[in-house]
Nanobody, 118 residues
């Protein structure tokens, strides 16, 4: 089991930046993949970015070149640096962890609201 707690959301103007953090309740060294998803009102939850245990990253086309995912195993934390934010980035952002150990285990945080508006 692992609990995930997101922080860093808020209100930002278009073109601004935010950094989201996802703190895990235990070591993330062995967690196979961690990621960020987002869900806008009335829409499905979509992938934003993922990072594997080996450091490989994957991004949604809509955020490539603007968002950067990283993980700090020493702090048991995953980050999402968001630059050049647009109104369409407005959503609840969720942290995700996936672990394979005689099966697939998927964990979610409670979400943090990001609002991009002038």
């Amino acid at each position: 089991q692992v609990q995930l707690v997101e922080s860093g959301g808020g209100l930002v103007q278009p073109g601004g930046s935010l950094r989201l953090s996802c703190a895990a309740s235990r070591s993330i060294f062995s967690i196979d993949a961690m990621g960020w998803y987002r869900q806008a009102p009335g829409k499905e939850r979509d992938l934003v970015a993922t990072i594997t245990k080996g450091g490989s990253t994957n991004y949604a086309d809509s955020v490539k070149g603007r968002f950067t995912i990283s993980r700090d195993n020493a702090k048991n934390t995953v980050y999402l640096q968001m630059n050049s934010l647009k109104p369409e980035d407005t959503a609840v952002y969720y942290c995700n962890a996936v672990e394979y150990d005689l099966g697939e285990y998927v964990y979610w945080g409670q979400g943090t609201q990001v609002t991009v508006s002038s």
